[in-house]
């Protein structure tokens, strides 16, 4: 029997002569010499205990070794269990106690702190530091073989950045990687000559699914960064042919001037994810570089759902249509609704996880017997079948009765004089349940009225979608892969309508 991500993605490593990672000191890493590696860390693993379906949770910082103990866990049959390094102790011992794994592995800087949570959880803790040392003695990975794996089985468990409740541990299968990762490799045209320019997390499921396991598809390459620096993007770039993001990498590279229609021209794909990519990014990217980003959106639980086109128009505000063998559903109430409807999006197909682990009524919820998952993403499919994103449904505003869906107000503030961008969310309010509020940031220099700045929406919104209150600050809050954390403001600002009626 086989092992569905070993041999299509790390076997082929064996072969590949040439560079796999460029590294930052300039060094490079061909495919075999990281084939190596996952060898080593696989039979170190095997000596450790580790067995089939056992968890392996991961808080390290991104480097090589991390990277290969991703592939030597699914070579050897055990799930992996990436969480990020910003985590405090508190949130590991949770992810700990739900997820059981035999083995931890932390930064050394953790070690002391987390000794007691790894014995309370019987799990052995090693640790993996930025530099790749390991205290887990590694052994000979001559003649390595995998352990046959299903395509059912568990490859990883990703926990969702439970931004409401409890986090949430995805169960990701071999074939719903794998599924994923050949779908995007063809969509987006990967080839072996392609290097992407790889400076996101791979904590998450951007930086470790969507980009690395579509680079080993198309056994291509990847300059490899530690993580967003303007300096280190920049001179990377002139290598790559192909940049995965987050809208946030946008505007920072828009803040250099260094980025040109020269100095991209070379460069094959811009492709943004994660959150949404604000349609003025997308243009002056477009305007300064001659390249139109392409979107694309998908989750934790699913991998990626929709792309923009490769070849067709990538249109500014929408993140493309289903992928090959994805298929997508607007709904309310469960009962599908016409094109053009807003509503919640779900979706069915071979990307979609298998359920939460150890959260059977969590499960029950969102995924449907048949198969549909209810993303609690609303959205709608616009005329020419591409789909647009209104937000996520617990952002969905009701005052007095009335939906409100914030993209339609953040769209019209986000063009308002001197607006650099907002967000709206709902706030507790006497009279109407909720009332509209807007967090707004200024242009660079200027200085903003918030009165001005919402009369300027007379004439254009309904008066209950328009916002009772603005107020403005220097940036929004954001987490790692630049999502706005709404769920933060409408905590920092909970009680500003109470307080002023
Ligand atoms: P995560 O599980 O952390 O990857 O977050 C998934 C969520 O990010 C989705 O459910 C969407 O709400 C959001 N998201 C991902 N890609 C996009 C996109 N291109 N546009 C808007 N929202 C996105």
Not at 105 to 132: K, M, W, Y
Not at 179 to 188: E, I, P
Not at 351 to 357: L, Q
Request: net charge neutral; proline share 6%.
């Amino acid at each position: 029997m086989a092992n569905p991500l070993y041999d299509a993605l790390f076997a082929p490593l064996r072969q590949q002569t040439w560079t796999f990672l460029h590294l930052p000191d300039g060094a490079v890493m061909s495919g075999a010499a990281f084939h190596d590696m996952i060898a080593q860390l696989a039979q170190a693993l095997r000596a450790a205990g580790v067995v089939q379906g056992d968890r392996v949770a991961v808080q390290a910082a991104k480097s090589p070794r991390a990277l290969a103990l991703y592939a030597a866990c699914v070579s050897i049959g055990a799930v992996y269990l990436p969480l990020n390094p910003a985590y405090t102790p508190a949130e590991v011992a949770y992810f700990i106690g739900n997820a059981t794994p035999r083995l931890i592995f932390c930064d050394p800087s953790a070690q002391a702190v987390l000794a007691p949570i790894a014995t309370r959880h019987q799990a052995r803790l090693e640790t993996l530091a930025a530099n790749g040392a390991v205290s887990l003695p590694l052994a000979n990975g001559d003649g390595f073989a995998p352990s046959p794996c299903a395509g059912a089985d568990l490859a990883a468990i990703l926990y969702t950045s439970g931004t409401t409740g409890r986090s949430k541990g995805a169960m990701l299968s071999h074939h719903n990687l794998l599924s994923n990762a050949q779908v995007l490799a063809q969509m987006w045209q990967f080839t072996d000559g392609d290097v992407l320019l790889h400076a996101l997390p791979i904590f998450h499921t951007h930086g470790l699914f969507v980009a690395t396991n579509t680079v080993l598809v198309a056994r291509a390459s990847m300059i490899f960064l530690p993580s967003f620096d303007l300096g280190a993007v920049l001179a990377a770039l002139p290598q790559s042919t192909v940049m995965m993001g987050v809208p946030t990498f946008y505007t920072r590279l828009l803040d250099s001037a260094q980025i040109t229609r020269q100095s991209t021209q070379h460069m094959r794909l811009f492709v943004s994810g994660s959150a949404p990519l604000r349609a003025e990014t997308h243009s002056a990217f477009l305007a300064r570089t001659g390249h139109a980003i392409l979107e694309r959106y998908g989750m934790t639980e699913t991998n990626m759902n929709t792309s923009n086109p490769y070849a067709g128009a990538r249109r500014a505000g929408t993140v493309g249509m289903p992928l090959p063998s994805v298929e997508l559903r607007i709904t309310e109430g469960g009962a599908e609704l016409p094109q053009g409807a807003v509503g919640m999006i779900e979706v069915r197909g071979p990307n979609v996880f298998s359920g939460y682990w150890q959260m059977p009524e969590k499960t029950a919820e969102d995924l449907s017997a048949d198969g549909w998952f209810r993303t609690g993403d609303l959205g709608m499919i616009d005329d020419q079948g591409y789909v647009q994103i209104v937000g996520r449904a617990k952002d969905l505003i009701i005052s007095g009765g009335f939906n409100v869906y914030p993209k339609e107000v953040e769209l019209l503030l986000d063009a308002a004089h001197g607006v650099q961008e907002s967000a709206v969310i709902g706030l507790p309010h006497p009279d109407f349940g909720e009332a509209v509020f807007a967090v707004l940031t200024p242009q660079q220099g200027a200085v903003l009225d918030t009165g001005a700045v919402l009369a300027s929406l007379q004439g254009q919104l309904a008066r209950y979608k328009q916002p009772k209150a603005a107020v403005v600050l220097p940036d929004l809050p954001r987490n790692a892969m630049g999502k706005v954390q709404k769920a933060q403001l409408r905590k920092d600002y909970a009680d500003w309508f109470s307080k002023s009626s």
